[in-house]
């Protein structure tokens, strides 16, 4: 009660939990029997939608909301620009990013399983005047690539995958 005083509510539940953890003797085997329950309801879906995009849903057990968050945390942070001006993305907007991020920490890591004996990557095609259309005539348009998924993307956004990709030019038709 006296630690009611100075906690907030989350580290106050926290002790809590710690409590009836230490004091109750079978608690340890209600608590290896509920996350073996929780472990069996892990599951993660993306709900796509047509233009691409997708919604995630899902369960996921203390253990791995525990390394997720662990994860996400450091790179959900605001990041203040560099005038100093405060970051004007939502706390799930930042969180978003930071589960991006990570996609492509892991990507960049080499340590993925590979697929089909290749490491995994993303494929983009994109036609030589599409990429080059706008850094040539920054008044035309901006052209188009592709997702190997058929979900088209802008030419803007395929120069800026680029820039931290590995490109294997293949050359179609004439």
């Known amino acids: 009660v006296e630690h009611a005083r100075t906690l907030n509510v989350r580290q106050l ?9 230490r004091l109750d003797p079978d608690h340890g085997a209600r608590l290896a029997k509920e996350e073996q329950q929780q472990m069996s309801r892990r599951e993660f879906r993306l709900h796509l939608h047509p233009d691409g995009s997708s919604r995630p849903d899902g369960y996921l057990d203390k253990e791995a909301t525990a390394f997720l968050r662990t994860a996400l945390d450091p790179l959900a942070k605001p990041r203040p620009s560099a005038d100093g001006e405060r970051d004007p993305r939502t706390p799930g907007q930042r969180m978003g990013d930071a589960l991006l991020e990570l996609v492509e920490l892991a990507l960049r890591s080499g340590d993925l399983p590979q697929q089909a004996g290749q490491p995994v990557q993303v494929a983009v095609t994109i036609s030589l005047d599409d990429l080059q259309n706008r850094l040539a005539h920054p008044g035309a348009g901006i052209g188009a690539g592709m997702f190997d998924t058929g979900i088209p993307i802008s030419a803007e956004t395929v120069r800026r995958l680029a820039c931290d990709a590995q490109l294997i030019p293949v050359v179609l038709g004439s």
Do not use: D, M, T
């Not at 002790?15 to 009836?20: N, V």
């Open 13 to 21: 539940q926290n002790a809590a939990l710690y409590l009836h953890h």
